[in-house]
């Protein structure tokens, strides 16, 4: 259901704001409760969305209340609004679904006039699970820093500033932005916030880490202290200046929470105004010059690969790396904490260069569930595919492209590792190690690939695996890891038993070893998968369509 869908009845006057307020407040309502009306699961994922946050703000009451009386509590709080408010920023360029009324071009036809219309969408905007988790911190926060009566009443101004602030910055980025969340591009945004939360994880779990061998919270301090001045950190930055008696500095501090609040309405008004009267991306495209000219042939590094159906495979697999959303995110996902693990770790000083090997895992399980990728234009894939021969052909050329990005990037990530730990006589046998994982795990991927097919939805950021088939993808993932673990038992054996036998000299002997049973097996995985998916195409076809 879209905005316009909705019954808003009758139609709102252009002057009348308060009449504006209470129909885009029902309209937010309206959209909230035919959306829970569509399905049952939405529902429960709503109610279940919003027990969770209410048990979070709650806890997170409850313990910003018991940090009261800590001389580290105004660093807490003041960080903690810092990085809602950036929560605020971001979410809705990743998750633009989430509101339908974040795209004010729905309102576009209605007889509605920029200033009113914003100061509905702004009361409008305070409905609902974000702002409720919003007040709770801000709640949480005075009460963790508040001592005095004047500190009190500072903070009775900053709660309503600190949510006004945060709502007015999402509105005024998603307005901003909106050309962008509705394109292509968009979209690959919106798909790339797993990207965004599996890293962001990994940076929270070194922090803390960090946190906890600098000495604890005396090191938020430094950076509490500029945070204090940025909105809407400010307006609770005043409320502990006031218990401190800078009665000045918490005026400068409330007065720049409360200029943001002005300084971002504006903003939003300017792109809601030029987003109104402006031309569509319908009658841009409809202005633009024909192309005349099409792209034939390879070109660029493409021009580069083996000609015939090995070639073509791999421009293919290359390509859908390079512009399908959800296999671009998992590429990305995969190079980006392959390399952050092992080399956070190691600048922390308690990593292993052994850790590198780690890269070269995230990368083979893209070799898994090679299909899944084509959904149901796999179809076109199976009609090329006669005999055993084809079926290796497009399992041998899938498998290069995907060492065209895994080779150098397991060389990279090992060598930094060995280079920031300082242990480079370390290099050869990690790198055979790698070798040997990855080459296990591009036999495996193969087979699984073939046995196991499951479909990957194209809606959703989330949406990996299409419903009734996790057991497929956990067989096809799981089972699939721990046998490449067992195919690379060889390589692993021969490094533990010239360490256990104190043959260092003779480490370097693990990196051909490890090469050359890599490209083995990865040969070997292929040949045995080939038959299987030349047997098993309908089946194939069957399961990676289900998306």
Partial sequence: MTVLDAPVGTAAPAGRSEGIVSVFVRLKLTLLRNGLRQSSGRKAAYISS???ALLLAVGQVIGLVALRGNEHAAAVVVLLTGVLALGWAVMPLFFPSGDETLDPSR??????????????????????????????????????????????????????????????????VATANVRLLSSRKGRDLAVLSGLVIAVGFQFVNFG????????????????????????????I??????????????????????????????????????LMTAPDGSTLAAAEPTRTKSGTGRSGIFALLPEGRTGTVMERSLRYVARDPKTKATWVTALAIGLIVPLLNALQGTGSVYLACF???????????????????????????????????????????????TLPYTVLVTALTAAVLGKWEALPEVMGLSFGVLGSMLAT????????????????????????????AWISL??????????????IALTVALHVSDLRGWLWIVLPVGAAYGAFVAWAGVRLAAPRTARRLPEILAAVSKG
């Fill in 50 to 52: 919003i027990v969770f």
């Fill in 107 to 172: 309102l576009v036809m209605l007889p509605l006039r920029p200033r009113p219309l914003i100061g509905a969408l702004l009361v409008a905007s305070l409905v609902g699970i974000g702002p409720l988790f919003t007040l709770c911190l801000a709640l949480g926060s005075v009460l963790a820093v508040a001592h005095g009566a004047a500190a009190v009443a500072t903070g009775v101004i900053a709660v309503p500033l600190t949510l006004l602030v945060c709502v007015a910055l999402a509105r005024s």
């Fill in 208 to 235: 803390l880490q960090r946190l906890g061998r600098a000495g604890g919270l005396s090191s938020l301090e430094p950076a509490a202290d500029v945070v204090s001045w940025l909105p809407p950190a400010s307006a």
């Fill in 237 to 274: 930055g005043a409320v502990d200046s006031v218990s401190e008696g800078a009665y000045s500095r918490a005026a400068l501090q409330l007065l720049l929470s409360a200029l943001s609040v002005g300084v971002l309405v504006w903003l939003w008004q300017r792109s809601l105004t030029k």
């Fill in 359 to 405: 890269a070269a895992g995230m990368l083979g399980i893209q070799m898994y569930n090679q299909f899944g990728q084509d959904t149901s234009a796999f179809w076109m894939v199976a009609l090329t595919i006669s005999t055993t021969r084809d079926a290796y052909a497009e399992l041998r050329a899938r498998a290069l492209a995907l060492l065209l990005i």
């Fill in 445 to 472: 991927g193969a087979l699984a690939s073939a046995m196991y097919p499951y479909s990957i939805p194209q809606d959703g950021a989330f949406k990996n695996v299409a419903p009734g088939q996790a057991g497929l």
């Fill in 478 to 491: 799981l089972g699939g890891m721990v046998s490449a673990g067992v195919v690379c038992a060889p390589v």
